[in-house]
């Protein structure tokens, strides 16, 4: 299916940017924004010659930002809400001013841009959403308590959405990824086990599969066959094992 507009946020790394690539064939005009402009650029110079790529660099911690994005943005057919951040360590350790920030980017940026373009899209007849949660929706996470909260809201909010939306011709899909091999690890501070490193999935990997899910209007998708029993075990298990699993697996004493 071929798209005219594409906006992917959060582009300059990891799955943003992996799925930059993936959609860089799929549609004529290519939104991308992020923090590292550098990197933001690099991408529009190597996707240049495949599609119109725009790029707008916007701090989505502000409303100002998110305005900012949607005046240069304009209308676009497919809408990939995929930054955010979190910080690692105990919440009442944690800068205010950081754990506010997790929740401008990860929640209120997230909730305004689907919003807007949701309607427009609606309007339209035609039109796909692709909000980037996490495996950590499915339970609470000491530890990533904030960033883990913000994608529970996140896998909340596109279910939703998505039901809502039904029978209009948009669709949303919520991508709820595992480890994945990107730079959140380093800027979070989160320590890794065995665990996550065995079933970890590369950024590209991860994007191809979430970019066939929203084409094909899947209300949820959860890459790779470890990952997908994290769900049911959230189901099933009490909330108190699964607290001391999560904190045993984030390493947080």
Known sequence: MQMPSALVTGASS????EIS?????????????????????????????????????????????????????????????????GLYGRLVDQDPDGVLGIVDVNIRALTRL????????KARGEGRILNVAS??????????AVYCASKAY??????????????SGVTVTALCPGYVETGFQSTSGMRLTGVEIW?????????KKAVRAMMKGRREVVPGVVNWFIPVFARILPI????????ASLMLR
Do not use: C, W
């Open 14 to 17: 990891g799955i943003g940017l």
């Open 21 to 85: 690539r993936v959609l860089a064939p799929m549609v004529d005009r290519l939104v991308i924004t992020g923090r590292q402009v550098d990197a933001l650029r690099d991408l529009e110079q190597e996707l240049g010659d495949i599609v119109e790529v725009e790029v707008i660099v916007a701090d989505l911690s502000t409303e100002s930002g998110v305005d900012s994005l949607i005046g240069g943005a304009g209308d676009v057919d497919l809408l990939v809400n995929n930054a955010g951040y």
């Open 114 to 121: 689907g919003h807007h373009y949701a309607a427009k899209m």
């Open 135 to 144: 495996i950590a929706a499915f339970q609470p996470g000491p530890g990533l």
């Open 154 to 167: 996140v896998l909340s909010l596109s279910r939703a959405m998505s039901a809502e939306l039904r029978g």
């Open 199 to 207: 079933s970890s999935l590369p950024a590209s990997s991860v994007a």
């Open 240 to 247: 108190r094992l699964q607290l001391m699993i999560v904190k």
